[in-house]
């Protein structure tokens, strides 16, 4: 549940309004100096009815607070007979003057109430043409950019893995004894055994290519991963860091802890990832369903 107080002063004296704004159960109450001014049950349907204007009075002065989103957090501003009020308690509250109603019934929002919030008249600003909910849209364009660039970057990682994987695959191929340590253990592990059928056992070098062919099986996968998770598809980075993680206890017992150190670098980044991937998912859920306003 949000709770938003604003101070402001006017001839009369100082005034503090506060809302209440349950999230789940739609319930809205604004309250001007300890009484309710204005009340809503709520409905079925919270998401729909919780972003747009809702008007009060008291004492004769007209008054609303605007709700917005950006689909994953709310916004609200209190207007007082046409100027917004800074939220918060102030040491020094803004001073608000009163003003006749104007001719269009603006003043009476019983009657009437304007249909668009970001209006300049409506905020009493009439050099100022960004209302509430291009600010909005803003901080959701901000976030969702953040987002995204969370989501490329566990893409990356998962494309590193797989990349490192190969060449490390291909160094023990020609007979190289170094490697990345980003590279899948597992991979190591595979080439490692190949390695050992191939001297001791006598299978020939035949096996290391057998080797070459599931390093680049599972090398794939993580690039596969990666190209899933650029289309955010949540199961691909959690079935990519299940098997990153089972990866690096694999390098518990050679104690290569810069290893360890990188896979769990990875596995930081890749989670980062899921939860943008859910997060955007979450946004563009709410802006489908978010209606262009709602006036109360």
């Not at 308690?89 to 249909?115: H, K, W």
């Not at 797989?162 to 595979?190: D, H, K, R, Y």
Request: hydrophobic share 45%.
């Amino acid at each position: 549940m949000a709770h938003k107080v604003w101070t402001f002063q006017m001839e009369d004296g100082i005034h503090t309004v506060e809302m209440d704004h349950g999230y789940y159960s739609g319930k809205k109450t604004i309250a001007v100096d300890g009484r309710v001014a204005w009340q809503d049950t709520g409905s079925s349907n919270a998401l729909r009815n919780a972003k747009g204007t809702y008007p009060f009075q008291f004492n004769g002065h007209s008054c609303a607070i605007n709700i917005t989103t950006n689909g994953i957090s709310y916004f609200y501003e209190l207007v007082v007979e046409g100027q917004k009020v800074e939220p918060g308690q102030q040491l020094n509250p803004t001073v608000v003057q009163s003003r006749p109603p104007a001719q269009n019934g603006f003043g009476n929002y019983g009657e009437q109430a304007p249909q668009n919030i970001g209006d300049a008249s409506y905020r009493g600003d009439p050099q100022r043409t960004e209302g509430p909910e291009a600010e909005a849209r803003a901080r959701y364009e901000q976030e969702r950019k953040a987002a995204e660039i969370h989501v490329r970057s566990a893409a990356m990682w998962f494309a590193l893995i797989a990349a490192m994987s190969v060449i490390n695959s291909l160094i023990f191929l020609t007979g190289g004894n170094s490697g990345f340590a980003l590279g899948l253990e597992a991979t190591n592990w595979i080439d490692d055994y190949a390695s050992y059928f191939a001297k001791e056992q006598g299978m020939g070098e035949g096996i290391k290519y057998a080797a070459l062919a599931l390093d680049l099986v599972l090398a794939g996968m993580f690039a596969l991963f990666g190209y899933l998770a650029i289309k955010r598809q949540t199961w691909a980075f959690i079935v990519g860091m299940v098997l990153l993680a089972l990866d690096t206890l694999l390098l518990i017992p050679s104690a290569d802890w810069l290893s360890v150190a990188l896979h769990g670098l990875a596995l930081f980044f890749i989670f980062r990832g899921l939860q943008a991937a859910m997060k955007l998912r979450n946004m563009e859920r709410a802006q489908a369903i978010a209606p262009h306003s709602v006036m109360r």
